[in-house]
């Protein structure tokens, strides 16, 4: 079975463009998770949803991230406009229930903002 | 709500000595523990899970783990470490709870030839 699938891999972009990050989901997972991985600041949950639907956005650090979730095989994280701040690995997974289940992790998008 | 404390950021160990990588976790009800492995430029990985039941749980590559909940800890333990054993190892908690998975912040283990 395909696992979590994440694109695009790497990014580079310059400062103030629209950075766009995709995720499509294990099929039959029914909680979604993006998180954020630096040197400084760790693995961090940004938002998670359940059914599609948005549960805890409270990781998201400012108005200028944004997910979706349209259906149940696709996510996208937004950053507009992006900062380098922004500059990390971002990660998607995937769980067959938020609280109990182990989640299955993409490979992650190296993210680079200039 | 439930928290982890990984015990030591960083380990290193002689190859062919033993592992021991500490989880120490808080919930208020019966937990869900795992332990996760990041390789470099991967994503992380699924070592091993504790649910109910055994307490003592096998995992990939030679790992185990013991839930002991008079002292509120799920080690992660390997008899004999291996060079390709080196990366990042992530202790997570979840419960039957309203939040996800609270993950620990890693420990970096490096293993010495």
């Known amino acids: 079975d395909a696992g979590v699938i994440q694109s695009p891999r790497h990014e580079v972009t310059e400062m103030g463009q629209e950075v766009t990050l995709r995720c499509k989901p294990i099929s039959g997972h029914n909680s979604l998770f993006w998180y954020r991985q630096t040197m400084m600041r760790g693995l961090e949950l940004l938002i998670y949803?359940?059914?599609?639907?948005?549960?805890?956005d409270s990781g998201m650090p400012e108005d200028r991230f944004s997910a979706k979730m349209p259906n149940a095989s696709f996510s996208t994280l937004k950053i507009q406009p992006s900062e380098p701040r922004d500059s990390a690995v971002y990660f998607c997974?995937?769980?067959?229930?938020?609280?109990?289940?182990?989640?299955?992790f993409g490979d992650g998008t190296r993210l680079s903002i200039l | 709500a439930q928290s982890v404390t990984q015990l030591g950021s960083h380990v290193s160990v002689s190859e062919g000595a033993l592992v021991l990588l500490r989880c120490n976790y808080s919930s208020s009800v019966p937990p869900y523990l795992f332990w996760y492995v990041q390789y470099p430029n991967q994503g992380l990985q699924l070592l091993l899970k504790y649910t109910t039941g055994a307490t003592l749980v096998k995992g990939i590559n030679g790992f185990e783990a013991e839930f002991k909940k008079s002292e509120t800890s799920f080690h992660l333990t390997k008899p004999s470490a291996h060079m390709s054993d080196a990366a990042e190892y992530f202790c997570?908690?979840?419960?039957?709870?309203?939040?996800?998975?609270?993950f620990g912040k890693g420990t970096r283990l490096s293993v010495i030839a």
């Open positions: 949803f359940n059914n599609n639907v948005p549960i805890d």
């Open positions: 997570a908690v979840g419960d039957s709870g309203n939040t996800p998975l609270v």
């Open positions: 997974a995937s769980s067959g229930d938020f609280n109990i289940q182990p989640q299955h």
